[in-house]
């Protein structure tokens, strides 16, 4: 079984769904035809910018970044307000940049200032409402072919991702645990170090970089005979129920690794520096906070703790 890498091999990635023509500039005269009539079959965004505007030239790539991240399923229109004084005047426009969007022929939804790319695509988010985009629809996809073992399918999903969204969490965590899926621990190292500590940070990479961390320390799965023998022999022979616990993860035996986890923090909480619990808390976010064994070892680790 064989993963490229690269995000930018072009040989590992599918072409852009987006359809042409999703973003134009438009003006006073051809308001109706540009805003007013597309709205009626999908949601247009009027970004209205001047030249001299310093946040405009920030927000305006962004915009047109994400409309083409969704696929056809809203529209921008781009307006300079000096060169369209009379409309911005109709719109109360008093400052900009300044965004509208319409459906249906009428407004719905707007800001004005500067905003991060997350809230432009919650923005986005709440005019198309349960329509998925193109990226969406991909990562579902994606998260589909690896949650079946199927990471040549997976993998070459996330680095498309990628390509068309270099800063996609999700795309990024997925990446890295098809590597160490199919061991490749070492290039899931090289993606980590290629990310600033912002991307780092996310939720989803985090969790996959915690995951790095449990296989690098995990022994062979196929020790847990001998390690089992060894802690029923001696139950308190804390390093071996420890190495018990990582050969349990690297089997992908989640719940007994954690059980053995939480024993160990039972007989012995401060143990080489309280390994037994900073190990859970690893697993916990590799898994994931709301999976359903996170949430009942971490109940049972709760209650110890306060015992």
């Known amino acids: 079984m064989s993963l490229a890498l690269d995000p930018n091999d072009p040989a590992a990635l599918g072409p852009s769904a987006a359809p042409a023509n999703l ?27 001047a030249p001299w505007c310093g946040p405009c030239k920030q927000l305006g790539p962004l915009l047109e970044k994400l409309v083409t991240q969704a696929g056809g399923l809203v529209r921008m229109v781009k307006i300079n307000v000096d060169e369209n004084k009379e409309l911005a005047g109709q719109l109360r426009i008093q400052s900009i940049p300044a965004v509208f969007a319409f459906k ?8 004005v200032g500067a905003q991060t790319e997350r809230q432009i695509k919650d923005f986005i988010g709440r005019l198309i409402g349960d329509a998925k985009t193109p990226l969406d629809a991909a990562l579902e996809q994606a998260k589909a072919a690896f949650e079946d073992g199927n990471i040549d399918v997976a993998g070459p999903i996330y680095m498309d991702v990628m390509r068309q969204d270099p800063e996609n969490a999700e795309a990024i965590a997925g990446l890295i645990r098809c590597s160490i899926t199919i061991g490749k621990l070492e290039h899931a190292q090289e993606i980590i170090g290629q990310l600033d500590d912002k991307i780092k940070a996310a939720p989803e990479v985090a969790a996959a970089i915690s995951a790095l961390e449990l296989a690098e320390q995990s022994g062979d799965s196929s020790d847990t005979a001998d390690l089992r023998q060894k802690v029923e022999a001696d139950p308190t022979n804390h390093q071996s129920r420890f190495d018990l616990a990582m050969a349990y993860y690297g089997a992908q035996q989640n719940e007994e690794a954690l059980r053995e986890l ?23 976010e590799a898994l994931g906070h709301d999976h359903p064994t996170t949430l009942e070892i971490r109940k049972e680790l709760t209650a110890l703790l306060y015992s």
């Open 23 to 49: 973003i134009k500039d438009s003006d006073t005269a051809n308001f109706g035809a540009d805003v007013i009539e597309p709205s009626m079959e999908v949601p247009v965004i009027v970004d209205f910018w």
């Open 262 to 284: 939480l024993e160990l923090f039972r007989r012995d909480r401060a143990w080489d520096d309280e390994a037994a619990k900073k190990q859970m808390l690893k697993i916990f």
């Open 104 to 111: 249906d022929g009428q407004p719905a939804d707007g800001f």
